[in-house]
């Protein structure tokens, strides 16, 4: 019964008043009203206030809310997965070095026991990789930063993170300007993040030595050994920052988005569907539901 509850709950979040969530649960409207009334008293709180003809969610309604659609999606997911116990579904997952360990592993930790039929497969890959191979259906889900993401695909901002130039703890002196830096030693960067040279360093009077890569993780090594400046994003060195080994001489960008990306062919799975949903819950980060709070 409190599934039933939990349903017309979400229906109603969707839909923003009763009379709706009747039709299209195939209630009557006073059976909705026990329902989310019958909810409030198990919970002990209010969920939904009535204003300008509409239902809003309460601070407890949202998280409700939340919860509601993870809950939804594991038990159909299971119900989809127990037709045949014999198959096992595979859940392609790709992003950079860091959002991997970051982001996608914890949510496969959590996942894990309640979808034991699916074989989770992670890859690293920089972004511009990570959403071509969503465009062409060969990865279920990506997680990507910047705003690299074309209306074809499904994204939800999980996170946001600093863009910055840095040195080694070994290379930094604190009189240098950040021309200083770049006019006596290389810069390197990840190309994959499209950084415009032009738009980070306007005030350059001379061409400066760039080396391209392909990833973050060879940008982190090379500012910890070796004579570079390097661009990197910040969230990636929180603990050579802290610590003191790698400085931060100037920031291109505060608040850059991380996103959780899928594309229309896997967004209709449900444990796709469910990954979305606890990584947005874990995150705290919960900006684009799929429903429209009045």
Request: proline share 3%; charged share 25%.
């Amino acid at each position: 019964m409190f599934l039933k509850k939990l349903k017309t709950f979400q229906v109603v979040a969707e839909e923003g008043n009763f009379s709706q969530a009747a039709i299209k649960l195939n209630y009557t409207q006073s059976t909705v009203s026990k329902h989310i009334q019958s909810l409030e008293e198990e919970l002990n709180t209010k969920l939904l206030i009535r204003k300008h003809g509409n239902y809003q969610l309460t601070k407890a309604g949202h998280k409700l809310f939340q919860h509601s659609i993870i809950i939804h999606n594991e038990l159909k997911g299971i119900v989809e997965l127990s037709i045949n116990q014999d198959t096992e579904v595979e859940l392609k997952l790709q992003g950079h070095n860091y959002y991997c360990f970051e982001y996608i592993i914890p949510a496969i930790e959590r996942l894990k026991s309640i979808y034991p039929r699916i074989h989770f497969i992670v890859r690293t890959s920089n972004n511009q990789e990570t959403v071509n191979q969503l465009m062409k259906n060969e990865i279920d889900i990506g997680i990507v930063s910047g705003n690299l993401m074309p209306d074809s695909l499904e994204f939800y901002q999980i996170d946001k993170e600093a863009v910055g130039i840095c040195v080694g703890e070994h290379l930094y002196q604190p009189d240098l300007t950040v021309e200083d830096y770049v006019t006596r030693y290389p810069l390197i960067l990840d190309e994959s993040d499209v950084y415009q040279t032009a738009n980070i360093f306007p005030y350059l009077k001379h061409p400066i030595d760039i080396i391209d890569t392909d990833s973050d993780e060879v940008v982190h090594r090379t500012l910890m050994r070796n004579k570079f400046v390097g661009v990197v994003r910040l969230g990636r060195l929180k603990e050579e920052i802290e610590n003191g080994t790698i400085k931060v001489i100037d920031k291109i960008v505060s608040a850059s988005p991380v996103y959780i990306v899928t594309n229309k062919q896997s967004k209709e799975l449900s444990y796709v569907r469910a990954f979305i949903e606890v990584l947005k819950e874990m995150t705290n980060l919960n900006k684009n539901y799929h429903v429209k709070f009045r």
